[in-house]
Nanobody, 126 residues
Framework: QVQLVESGGGLVEAGGSLRLSCAGSGRTFSSKGMGWFRQAPGKEREFVAAVNWSGVNTYYGDSVKGRFTISRDNAKNTVYLQMNSLKAEDTAVYYC???????????????????WGQGTQVTVSS
C-alpha cells in the first residue's frame, strides 16, 4: 500500500518549534517533488513549502519564509518540516504530499499533488 504518514505535530507555545516528518512507504519518492500544505478550520488548504527531488531547490509560502525549513532524506523516503518561531496563526492540520505525474506547474497548487498523507495537527497557543 502506497502511503504517506505525517508525525511530529502537537501543542506548542508561541515562539516555540516543532519538527514534522512525513514518511513514505510502498514505493520510493526519491524522484518526486514533495510538499507541505496546511488547512485551518473554515479555510482552504494553503501551500507551506516544497522541495524538489534532490533537495537542492526549496520553495516557501510567504507566511512561513524565514521561519520554516523543508528538507528530505531520500534514503529514508522521508521529508521534514522544521518550524521555528511559531505563531498562533500557524495552527492548522499539516499535510504532506507528492507531486503528481505531470510534475509542478506552479508548486503551490493543490491539484499539482497526487498523493496525500492523513495530516497532523499543530496547535500554537498564544
Amino acid at each position: 500500500q502506497v502511503q504517506l504518514v505525517e508525525s511530529g505535530g502537537g501543542l506548542v507555545e508561541a515562539g516555540g518549534s516543532l519538527r514534522l516528518s512525513c514518511a513514505g512507504s510502498g514505493r520510493t519518492f526519491s524522484s518526486k517533488g514533495m510538499g507541505w500544505f496546511r488547512q485551518a478550520p473554515g479555510k482552504e488548504r494553503e501551500f507551506v513549502a516544497a522541495v524538489n527531488w534532490s533537495g537542492v531547490n526549496t520553495y516557501y509560502g510567504d507566511s512561513v519564509k524565514g521561519r520554516f525549513t523543508i528538507s528530505r532524506d531520500n534514503a529514508k523516503n522521508t521529508v521534514y518540516l522544521q518550524m521555528n518561531s511559531l505563531k498562533a496563526e500557524d495552527t492548522a492540520v499539516y499535510y504532506c504530499a507528492v507531486a503528481g505525474p505531470g510534475g509542478w506547474r506552479t508548486v503551490v497548487g493543490v491539484d499539482e499533488y497526487s498523493l496525500w498523507g492523513q495530516g497532523t495537527q499543530v496547535t500554537v497557543s498564544s
